[in-house]
């Protein structure tokens, strides 16, 4: 009889307290990989984790996993009975792209993510704790993949200032520059690793920072790793009522397609889907309604700026049009979307609108405070457009098999 994740949760102690908890990162990986090649990277540090937490006269053996099998995934997204690829998510968030990938059939063998709060939202939907720091996780405790994906976090680029000629001639090679970047950790990683496929996702200015040499040391960094790239920026309005433009970056690599990969972007629907009032709850509590001062305050500062040509401040939506970007530091005021109100100040969107807006399923868990809640949507994708992507991005790599 199959035994559900949510008893071994309880019994084997999986609950995320605090950063860096990677025993559970282990253990989770090896219960979510035993039934593929993938496991063998988990197993000792998982039988480590499970020896500690028994009693100390009770030895577990080799198949202590034994008794816990057949595993009943009951969290809202178990991963495929049946995979078609497998992938990595690095810089999971919440997992925009796991959701995404996983719906095309793919599994995932392996997860990084630092923040303890995302990782809460992240194990309560799909039954993983996520590794912690990448930079401190070595390439060859990486299984092997099809796909990586990274949404590496828009930092500011420590590569900035640096010609692509001077990061590409160093003796040491280009990887010498970017080091101390996180995208030197995605580098380094298909270096060692060579997954046939990426998938790399960052703000639109990437394309524009530092007046196109971070884009250039980036992109020569990845042909010169030997991948042919396919990059375009791409808007979430399609698929859900948000104005968001993030730079997609596709890679294949040249000694599996010979450059010849039939990849190309989706084509975008003629027609926006959705609108504003698709996404909104019919009752909303009190407490999103912002206060007297603030909502006084965000009127001052926007005439302010008005008055000095510049910003346009505050953003009411248009109940039948798109939002605004929603960003990680909504929770602040939420000034960049908000709700007008008959007879009272308008209101910022809830948790689970914000999740809406991203185009995450209704039974998507929030596990976390508001204020977490809000930077962990802000910090995410558009799960559909990111789904599409993908689609074409598997269509490439299954022509290929
Ligand atoms: C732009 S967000 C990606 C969100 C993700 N695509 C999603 O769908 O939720 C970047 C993430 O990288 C994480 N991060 C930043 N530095 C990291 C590091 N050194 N190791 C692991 N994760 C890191 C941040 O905590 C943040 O959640």
């Given at each position: ?278 996404i909104l709850e019919p009752e909303v ?65 809830t948790?689970r609108e914000?999740?809406r ?45």
């Amino acid at each position: 009889m199959a035994v559900n994740y949510s008893e071994l949760r309880t019994r084997l102690k999986i609950e995320i307290k605090r950063p860096e908890q990677s025993e559970l990162a282990y253990l989770t990986h090896f219960l979510q990989t035993i039934d593929n090649g993938s496991k063998d990277h988990y197993r000792q540090e998982a039988r480590q984790y499970v020896q500690g937490i028994c009693d100390k006269d009770v030895r577990i053996d080799e198949l202590w996993y034994q008794p816990y099998l057949p595993i009943k995934w009951d969290v809202p997204f178990p991963p495929p009975i049946k995979h078609r690829f497998k992938f990595i998510d690095l810089f999971a968030g919440i997992g925009g792209f796991r959701l995404a990938f996983q719906n095309l059939g793919g599994k995932c063998v392996f997860t990084s993510e630092w923040n303890h709060y995302a990782q809460k939202t992240y194990e309560a939907n799909f039954g993983e704790v996520p590794f912690g720091d990448i930079t401190k996780i070595s390439e060859q405790d990486i299984p092997d993949h099809d796909v990586l994906i990274a949404g590496f976090p828009c930092q500011p680029f420590s590569i900035a200032g640096v010609s692509k000629k001077n990061a590409l001639g160093r003796k040491h090679g280009f990887l010498d520059e970017t080091q101390g970047t996180l995208f030197f950790d995605v580098a380094r990683i298909l270096k060692k690793k060579r997954p046939p496929a990426f998938l790399l996702e960052n703000v639109k200015n990437l394309i524009s920072h530092d007046k196109g040499n971070t884009f250039k040391v980036i992109s020569g960094t990845l042909k010169k790793l030997g991948y042919n790239i396919h990059y375009r920026i791409l808007d979430g309005k399609y698929y859900v009522p948000q104005h968001r433009e993030r730079i997609v970056i596709v890679g294949f690599d040249t000694q599996v397609f010979g450059g010849k990969e039939d990849f190309s972007f989706p084509r975008m629907p003629e027609n926006p889907p959705m609108v504003v009032e698709d996404i909104l709850e019919p009752e909303v509590l009190e407490k999103y309604t912002l206060t007297d001062k603030l909502w006084s305050y965000l009127q001052t500062y926007a005439l302010k700026h008005k008055a000095k040509g510049n910003g346009f401040g505050f953003g009411l939506v248009d109940f039948d049009g798109v939002a605004r970007t929603l960003s990680a530091r909504y929770y602040k005021d939420g000034s960049e979307i908000l709700i007008p109100q008959e007879g009272k100040n308008p209101r910022r969107l809830t948790p689970r609108e914000c999740a809406r807006l991203q185009g995450y399923p209704g039974d998507f868990k929030i596990p976390v405070s508001d204020t977490q809640a809000y930077k962990q949507f802000g910090n995410s994708v558009v799960v559909p457009l990111m789904q599409e992507v993908g689609k074409q991005l598997v269509h490439a790599l299954e022509q290929k098999n």
